[in-house]
Every structure is written in C-alpha cells, then in structure tokens.
C-alpha cells in the first residue's frame, strides 16, 4: 500500500516519525513524506523520498511574534498565556479556558504556520497519489484533511503527551451542554472552510485522528480515551558520526548537558543560561559533555575543564555512556533518556508538554524538574549530585526504560496498522 506521512516542518518532528517510515518502507510499501522544504534535508537523510509543499516557513520567525524581541518592561506577554496548551488538571480544564486556548492556537499557531494554500497543495498531491494511509504529525493538520479529500485512512503520530486529545475531551463535554447557537468550535470552523471547498464535512477525527500511534510509555500518558496504538520509541537522531572521545569508555561519571535542537530552532533563542548551567558543573567530580553552539556562550564564557563542548553530539551514541542527563524537557532528548534508562535533571521550557512531561518523569521516580524561574548554580548542581548518587533514580529511569522496550517495536505494529487501513480507506466515488 502507499503510505503518506506529513510531519510538522521541524528537523525534530522528522525525526520524529523516521523509524515507523522506515518500518513501512522495509514490508514493502511505497513511503512519501510530504511537509514543507525547510526539511527535505532531514527527510532525504533518512534515506526517505521527500515531496515538498508550500514555500519555507522559517519556524523561528513564525513562532515568535515580532513583539517578543521587546524589552520586558513594554512587551505584552498575556498572548503567552492563551498559547499555554500544557495545562493538564482537569479543575483548571473548563469549557471558557480551553475555548481561548484552542482559539489562540487556531488563530495564531495553525493559521500561520498551515495556510491555505499549503494545505491544498498537499490535498492535490495526496488527490493524484492516493495513499492509502496518511500519517501525520499531531501539529500538522493537513494530513488529516489531505486523508479525508482522498478517501485515505489516517492516524495521528504522537512525540509527547496528547494535550488535544485531553483538551478536546473536555471541551466537548463542556460545548454539549450549551445552547446550539452558543457552540463555537474553532477547529471546526477552521476545518471546515477548506473542507467544504472539496464536497466534506468535518469530523472530529480530523483532530484526533481514526487511531493514535503513540511512543510514550502507558505509565506517562495522560488519561485519554481515544483509539491507540502503542509502539516502542525508537531513537532518531539524524544523521551522525561518532566521534573518537565517544568511543571510549569515561573515566568519571559522564554528565549530558544540552538544551536541545528543537529548542533552538523553534525558539531562536535560549531562555536558559548557559552560564548558569556551566556554573554549576564546575566543581564536580564529573565528564560533562555540553552540545553547544558558539552563538550560545556568553562572550569570554568561561569553559570549566571538566566540561566539553560540542555543536552535536548524536544522544543515543551518548547516553549509554552517561550517567545523568540535564535538559529542557524536549520529547526527542526526554524520549532517548528514557529507552536509555537515563536518570534526568530536567529545566522544562514551556513548548508545547514539556513541563507536564517532565512532571511525570519526575513522579514516577526517574529524575528532578526545575522550572527555568527557579535554576541558580547551587540549585541544579544539588539536584544533579542527587540523581547521581541515590540509587532511586537510576532505578526509577530503569523501571521506565523496561517499559520502553517492552512495546511492540516500529516493525512489529505494521500489520495492525494495514488492518486498521483496510478498515477505514474509502475509494472515492
């Protein structure tokens, strides 16, 4: 059969969905990734085909409103509050809460960064392709449409927690028991205007997907009651050397330090310091290898001789070899330490789960969580002397790694998934 996959235009949402690719790719059947051309490369590293559509989209520019670059004392911070899609206490998930946050990320999120015109390229392509599943990235909505203008099944890949899914329970419940000339449902509208153009109409598993395929250990998930798939996360870097110093064996405790590519390229800017990191490394007896970039260091940054610094270094090359890791919670870097079973010292930004993910990480046992508000020297210098030296952590990051490579690897779900294909493909008449 043909497979479709549409990942959302970051090198990390690629990687993201690489290992189930290529899983499709060595059954037999015909595999196309189709996004925009920012991430061909990737795509085309993978050893994948890439169909582009759309024109670059500049994540870094689009993700950040002009006005974040203000000084504080000016900058008008209350969008931040409405694109807070993290929120996960079910008190706090009220019908007039999640409304804002689902308009805000329509309005802002979906409507920048998935234009019209985008989205009808791709509906063209799967229109002329015709794929018989289409698996796309829980951020990149014209997959889904693209399925269903071409009669494909499809299924929603997951990188974290299901905060839609979670959202979206809860919205419904709320929006059922309104008046029907209350109702308002932006995701709908929003769908609906393009799906209209093409003789459909909305359904809600345009935004959750027919099936979920998700990585995330069943312990870590969040309570969502949708139709699932697990499969086992398979480390993906992108493509990588292994250095000599990697190769052998440390000394002394190896320590990861890393604010992750995703952060980087979706935030184009750090909101941690790096000083502040490397402080409180300095004085331990520890090999600390920081993946850094020089535009990164502080001018005259002081490098302690225990740390060193690499642009890249490919994680799951690394973290067998480390002993700890510290982190901005991202899913690709929280994901490898976790089938590593690697004890994490997490200082969670607030994109997208992060800080809910890197919560649970830390209740069930498997690391500490900073927020960026509260990191000074002394403090994550503390936390990372603890999850070193007490055996609870690395036994709690042990429990979750079994976890991990107890679900059914990439190659082991393809037959579920060409029976759930089968179910649900409709040949347009």
Same mark, same amino acid.
């Given at each position: 059969?043909?497979?479709?996959?549409?990942?959302?235009?970051?090198?990390?949402?690629?990687?993201?969905?690489?290992?189930?690719?290529?899983?499709?790719?060595?059954? &037999?059947?015909?595999?196309?990734?189709?996004?925009?051309?920012?991430?061909?490369?990737?795509?085309?590293?993978? /050893?994948?085909? +890439?169909?582009?559509?759309?024109?670059?989209?500049?994540?870094?520019?689009?993700?950040?409103?002009?006005?974040?670059?203000?000084?504080?004392?000016?900058?008008?911070?209350?969008?931040?509050?409405?694109?807070? !899609?993290?929120?996960?206490?079910?008190? %706090?998930?009220?019908?007039?809460?999640?409304? &804002?946050?689902?308009?805000?990320?329509?309005?802002?999120?979906?409507?920048?960064?998935?234009?019209?015109?985008?989205?009808?390229?791709?509906?063209?392509?799967?229109?002329?392709?015709?794929?018989?599943?289409?698996?796309?990235?829980?951020?990149?909505?014209?997959?889904?449409?693209?399925?269903?203008?071409? /009669?494909?099944?499809?299924?929603?890949?997951?990188?974290?927690?299901?905060?839609?899914?979670?959202?979206?329970?809860?919205?419904? /419940? /709320?929006?059922?028991?309104?008046?029907?000339?209350?109702?308002?449902?932006?995701?709908?509208?929003?769908?609906?205007?393009?799906?209209?153009?093409?003789?459909? %109409?909305?359904?809600?598993?345009?935004?959750?997907? =027919?099936?979920? !395929?998700?990585?995330?250990?069943?312990?870590? =998930?969040? #309570?969502?009651?949708?139709?699932?798939?697990?499969?086992?996360?398979?480390?993906?870097?992108?493509? *990588?050397?292994?250095?000599?110093?990697?190769?052998? #064996?440390?000394?002394?405790?190896?320590?990861?330090?890393?604010?992750?590519?995703?952060?980087?390229?979706?935030?184009?800017?750090?909101?941690?310091?790096?000083?502040?990191?490397?402080?409180?490394?300095?004085?331990?007896?520890?090999?600390?290898? +920081?993946?850094?970039?020089?535009?990164?260091?502080?001018?005259? =940054?002081?490098?302690?001789?225990?740390?060193?610094?690499?642009?890249?270094?490919?994680?799951? *090359?690394?973290?067998?070899?480390?002993?700890?890791?510290?982190?901005?919670? &991202?899913?690709?870097?929280?994901?490898?330490?976790?089938?590593?079973?690697?004890?994490?010292?997490?200082?969670?930004?607030?994109?997208?789960?992060?800080?809910? %993910?890197? =919560?649970?990480?830390?209740?069930?046992?498997?690391?500490?969580? !900073?927020? #960026?508000?509260?990191?000074?020297?002394?403090?994550?210098?503390?936390?990372?002397?603890?999850?070193?030296?007490?055996?609870?952590?690395?036994?709690?990051?042990?429990?979750?790694?079994?976890?991990?490579?107890?679900?059914?690897?990439?190659?082991?779900?393809?037959?579920?998934?060409? %029976?759930?294909? +089968?179910?649900?493909?409709?040949?347009?008449?």
């Amino acid at each position: 059969m043909r497979v479709l996959f549409t990942p959302f235009p970051a090198s990390t949402h690629v990687h993201t969905q690489v290992p189930l690719a290529w899983a499709m790719r060595a059954a &037999g059947h015909e595999v196309r990734v189709a996004t925009r051309p920012d991430v061909v490369e990737d795509i085309n590293n993978a /050893g994948l085909t +890439a169909v582009t559509v759309g024109e670059v989209l500049d994540v870094p520019a689009t993700m950040n409103p002009e006005y974040t670059d203000e000084p504080d004392e000016i900058r008008d911070e209350a969008w931040l509050d409405v694109l807070d !899609i993290s929120e996960t206490r079910p008190e %706090k998930l009220t019908y007039s809460y999640v409304h &804002g946050v689902l308009t805000a990320w329509t309005s802002f999120v979906y409507q920048n960064t998935l234009p019209d015109d985008t989205t009808e390229e791709l509906i063209d392509f799967a229109r002329a392709w015709r794929p018989d599943l289409v698996v796309w990235d829980t951020m990149y909505y014209p997959g889904a449409l693209a399925a269903r203008i071409s /009669g494909a099944a499809h299924a929603r890949l997951m990188f974290g927690l299901d905060l839609v899914g979670l959202m979206r329970r809860h919205y419904l /419940g /709320g929006l059922a028991g309104l008046p029907p000339a209350l109702r308002e449902d932006p995701l709908e509208e929003w769908m609906s205007r393009i799906l209209r153009r093409h003789g459909r %109409k909305f359904t809600e598993d345009l935004v959750v997907g =027919q099936w979920t !395929i998700d990585p995330v250990p069943p312990s870590l =998930q969040l #309570p969502v009651d949708l139709p699932s798939v697990p499969v086992r996360y398979v480390p993906y870097n992108g493509e *990588a050397t292994v250095p000599g110093w990697l190769r052998e #064996p440390p000394r002394r405790p190896r320590v990861c330090l890393t604010l992750g590519r995703s952060f980087r390229e979706v935030v184009g800017a750090d909101r941690t310091s790096v000083g502040d990191l490397l402080a409180a490394v300095a004085e331990l007896d520890v090999e600390v290898v +920081a993946t850094f970039t020089a535009d990164q260091l502080e001018p005259g =940054q002081r490098v302690p001789d225990n740390v060193r610094i690499v642009d890249f270094a490919p994680l799951d *090359a690394l973290l067998p070899t480390s002993a700890a890791i510290v982190h901005h919670g &991202g899913s690709g870097t929280l994901m490898t330490a976790l089938a590593h079973g690697v004890p994490q010292v997490m200082v969670p930004s607030t994109m997208w789960c992060n800080v809910p %993910k890197a =919560q649970r990480v830390r209740d069930a046992g498997a690391g500490l969580c !900073i927020s #960026p508000e509260e990191l000074t020297p002394e403090g994550l210098r503390a936390s990372l002397l603890r999850v070193l030296e007490e055996p609870s952590f690395r036994a709690g990051a042990e429990r979750l790694r079994r976890e991990v490579v107890g679900t059914p690897a990439p190659a082991d779900i393809v037959p579920v998934l060409e %029976k759930l294909t +089968a179910e649900h493909r409709v040949y347009p008449g």
